[in-house]
């Protein structure tokens, strides 16, 4: 999405699934234009770290965050049955970066 990048932010997928789930989903999609990141193994480390991980379920539960260039999560919005708005999360990052 070239608008973020024009931001100056970079976009990435974090799945708890295999390269290879990842890379099949991927496909199914007809292509993913960012990185998608296997959290695999260990089981969802980075998910727990970040604590969207879904123990009920054993899935990361779908978040979106917009972390700052020194790691600090500024912004996290957590979605069940919807994807992010990607107008908003624009107009959220902007806001973070004190242009909005």
Not at 69 to 89: F, K, M, N, Q
């Amino acid at each position: 999405m070239k608008q973020f990048e024009g931001a100056g932010a970079a976009l990435v997928g974090l799945s708890v699934d295999s390269t290879f789930a990842l890379g099949a989903w991927s496909t199914a999609m007809g292509g993913i234009g960012h990185p998608l990141l296997a959290d695999f193994w260990p089981h969802g480390a980075a998910a727990k770290q970040l604590g969207i991980f879904n123990d009920s379920f054993g899935i990361a539960n779908r978040t979106l965050m917009i972390v700052d260039p020194d790691g600090v999560v500024r912004y996290t919005e957590e979605h069940t049955r919807t994807l992010p708005d990607p107008d908003a999360a624009l107009g959220k990052l902007q806001e973070l970066q004190g242009g909005a």
